[in-house]
């Protein structure tokens, strides 16, 4: 069975620092990690995938994720936050059987502070 | 390019009531999602649909059901509305194989009466 587990409900910084949104998952064998963002009353935007190679994923408007297979993580960063990076964030892996859909997390709030 | 393009935004249903929730894939993407997104949680997956026909299901039941046209649009329907049923609906489409990112829609908000 797979499962994703997003910390925390909420994180809050200050425009101009950098973030950081955790992730962390459970998974049966090679893990394919994803990133989403919600923005009020939207549907989901792909933000970065982990497939394989390079443990420091780039991904849309700045965003990185960084690969710790030791510790199971999937963390998302952003070396700068945007008041408009505000928004409702997703972790996802993909489930290895049968329809390879995506299991989400929970959600994590991000508040960027001007 | 339109993305993934859902009707009807919003909708409100009585319970009891049937409904039915329409979605047309990316362009060139062949395999087609379904989502309920719960007020305050992630979304959960319903079913796929991939060569007009249903591949894998997730925990709901069989009042959710679905079709895939050849065009490879899909629609969702519910029957017997409850009250739980209410939720943002989510497609979701890509290409078929794991690797491949899957692009959702912007959603159709169900609220049941």
């Known amino acids: ?114 | 390019d339109a993305g993934v393009t859902q009707s009807p935004t919003h909708l409100i249903k009585t319970r009891g009531q049937q409904v039915t929730l329409r979605c047309s894939p990316k362009s060139g993407h062949d395999t087609v999602s379904w989502y309920q997104q719960a007020l305050g949680q992630g979304p959960q997956f319903i079913f796929q649909y991939y060569e007009e026909e249903e591949r894998q299901r997730g925990n709901f039941p069989d009042r959710f059901s679905g079709h895939q046209f050849p065009n490879y649009s899909s629609e969702l329907n519910v029957n017997a509305l409850l009250l739980g049923d209410s939720a943002l609906y989510l497609c979701a489409s890509r290409t078929k194989g794991r690797g491949f990112e899957a692009f959702f829609g912007q959603g159709t908000r169900l609220t049941v009466v």
């Open chain 1, 1 to 114: 069975a797979q499962s994703v587990a997003q910390p925390e409900d909420q994180v809050k910084v200050a425009e101009g620092n950098p973030l950081t949104v955790k992730c962390t998952y459970s998974v049966s064998g090679n893990p394919y990690l994803f990133w989403y963002v919600q923005y009020p009353n939207r549907g989901l935007q792909f933000l970065l995938k982990y497939i394989t190679g390079d443990n420091l994923v780039k991904g849309s408007y700045g965003f990185e994720a960084e690969f710790n297979k030791s510790q199971t993580s999937f963390h998302l960063k952003k070396p700068s936050a945007l008041v408009s990076d505000s928004a409702l964030y997703f972790c996802a892996v993909r489930v290895i059987t049968g329809a390879n859909n995506l299991f989400f997390g929970t959600g994590t709030r991000l508040t960027v502070i001007p």
